[in-house]
């Protein structure tokens, strides 16, 4: 049996990858008829060592980044109902601590592709989504870059 969707979370940020990641997460919602919660994380270094309360950590009065007001506009273009949460710490713990506390279908995200040294200094968030989540997970990838004609 197949379990339809109705809420799903997408998590963005000002990359390509989730730009991608909104295409992708859009294109479902519209399919199944679900609503779709933006959301943008703003990262605290060293945040993923503090051991949190395992609740999203909201900022007040429904602040808005330019990120997510470009997604419910792509949203809004598709007619998918969306919301945004735009929350500070530890992208992954927010991410998970969100996800349960709205109890979404889904949960959505680019990834970069990160290698060596780069996912050791600024981490793999997918890495980290995929170990810590109990959700279900959509990993989209960066789209490959387009080779220069000559």
Do not use: W
């Amino acid at each position: 049996m197949t379990r339809k969707l109705e809420r799903i979370l997408i998590a963005i940020d000002d990359t390509p990858s989730s730009a991608a990641a909104i295409d992708q997460g859009l294109a479902l919602a519209a399919g199944e008829g679900a609503e779709v919660v933006f959301v943008n994380v703003v990262s605290i270094v060293g945040e993923q060592f503090v051991r949190g309360e395992g609740k999203p950590e909201r900022v007040p009065d429904r602040a808005q980044t330019e990120v997510l007001i470009d997604a419910c506009e792509k949203a809004e273009e598709l007619r998918v109902p969306c919301t945004t949460e735009l929350l500070i710490g530890y992208p992954a713990a927010q991410i998970v601590a969100l996800a349960d506390d709205l109890d979404v279908d889904l949960v959505v995200v680019g990834s970069r592709h990160l290698s060596g040294v780069k996912r050791f200094l600024l981490g793999s968030t997918s890495r980290a989504l995929i170990g810590g989540s109990t959700r279900p997970l959509l990993v989209v990838p960066e789209p490959a870059p387009v080779p220069a004609l000559i």
